[in-house]
């Protein structure tokens, strides 16, 4: 005898095992989520003019397209280190750096740049750089980042850590 389960049926002769009325509706429910999300994922991979945040140049020349070129992608990054951070306030974000890359740069940058009147960091990110590089060091030192969760995640780890009071972000 066919059961009826939204538009589809279902012959439980056909079926090695019956399953309970309950079961079932929480599968469909399940698999009508399933689907809105997997619509919803598609609907956001579809690049949209406003995503495209280089566009093309004035001779013409396109630009090569990759999701790490656009705001949504910064945006959708750094909400979820936001979230990360309000779990564990240890977890300061991704090191986009590899290995020891991060700690050269710093280094680097200590030894080479003039730091007495402060920095301005351009893509600022999380801030964790911009904290290392004013720790103990008087000046100003502003941090903008046109990801605006990027802005807040290193406000956030600028309070949390000593020696950063003077670091501002926008």
Sequence with gaps: RPIAAGSALIDRSMAS???SDEALERTQKWAVA????????????????????AGA???GV???????GTRAHWEEAYERELRNFALNPKDEGVDWFSDDTGERLLEWVRATAPLDEGVLDLGCGSGVFLCDLAAGRPGRFLGVDYAAPAV???ANVA????????VRFA
């Design 17 to 19: 095992y019956v399953v």
């Design 152 to 154: 807040g995640m290193a």
């Design 57 to 59: 140049r004035a001779d």
């Design 62 to 68: 396109k630009h090569l397209e990759s999701a790490l």
């Design 34 to 53: 399933r689907q809105a999300h997997e619509a919803e994922a598609a609907a956001a991979a579809t690049p949209r003019p406003e995503d495209d945040d």
């Design 159 to 166: 309070r949390q850590r000593d020696g950063c009071d003077h």
